[in-house]
T-cell receptor, first 114, second 112 residues
Framework: DGGITQSPKYLFRKEGQNVTLSCEQN?????MYWYRQDPGQGLRLIYY???????QKGDIAEGYSVSREKKESFPLTVTSAQKNPTAFYLC?????????????FGQGTRLTVV | DAKTTQPTSMDCAEGRAANLPCNHS???????VYWYRQIHSQGPQYIIH???NNETNEMASLIITEDRKSSTLILPHATLRDTAVYYC?????????????FGTGTRLQVTL
């Protein structure tokens, strides 16, 4: 929605496998964010990126990795080092150049590790 | 970005106004207050934002105190479809990265 697409909507993986979640935007926004949400909980920031080829750890980065090779794309890899990867993952973008604009969210990817 | 605190949950009768408070006592002068809501298993939806003046749009009103340390989101005539988790965040620019941190939000339950 709003020019930001997450795929797939549901993802199943076996324990110990790395998995990459896709986030693509056509809003020409510089800033992109990844959040994790557990049942009944709020959004916790995993990683964020303000410009291409640069990103910073959020509050719960352990066990995750990201890349930002293109402005439109900010994929998140959930590695085997992440102890509890089953969760709902949300991607967001913001036009960093303007304070007076809202963040746009994707519809999320629900990852289940079995 | 400044930290916000909100009540964990609130109830509201359908047709009545829902008033959701948010405390942001450490807000800086250039930080905006934003409100989002999240309906189960969807991405958060933008509602409204403001800097220091009260704001109103087709969804809600935002009342910011004069000292900007707190705000209230008002849904004037709540419906069952307004049942959701409401997040208040503050956002500004420091010239470096802006973390865009969400808290735990307020779970609003609208009842018949």
């Amino acid at each position: 929605d709003g020019g930001i697409t997450q795929s797939p909507k549901y993802l199943f993986r076996k324990e110990g496998q790395n998995v990459t979640l896709s986030c693509e935007q056509n809003l020409n926004h510089d800033a992109m964010y990844w959040y994790r949400q557990d049942p009944g909980q709020g959004l916790r920031l995993i990683y964020y990126s303000q410009i291409v080829n640069d990103f910073q750890k959020g509050d719960i980065a352990e066990g995750y990795s990201v890349s930002r090779e293109k402005k439109e794309s900010f994929p998140l890899t959930v590695t085997s080092a992440q102890k509890n990867p089953t969760a709902f993952y949300l991607c967001a973008t913001i036009n960093r150049a303007e304070m007076n604009t809202e963040a746009f969210f994707g519809q999320g990817t629900r990852l289940t590790v079995v | 970005d400044a930290k916000t605190t909100q009540p964990t949950s609130m109830d509201c009768a359908e047709g009545r106004a829902a008033n959701l408070p948010c405390n942001h006592s450490t807000i800086s002068g250039n930080e905006y207050v934003y409100w989002y809501r999240q309906i189960h298993s969807q991405g958060p939806q933008y509602i409204i934002h403001g800097l220091k003046n009260n704001e109103t749009n087709e969804m809600a009103s935002l009342i910011i105190t004069e000292d900007r340390k707190s705000s209230t989101l008002i849904l004037p005539h709540a419906t069952l479809r307004d049942t959701a988790v409401y997040y208040c965040i503050v956002r500004g620019h420091t010239g470096t990265a802006s973390k865009l941190t969400f808290g735990t939000g307020t779970r609003l339950q609208v009842t018949l």
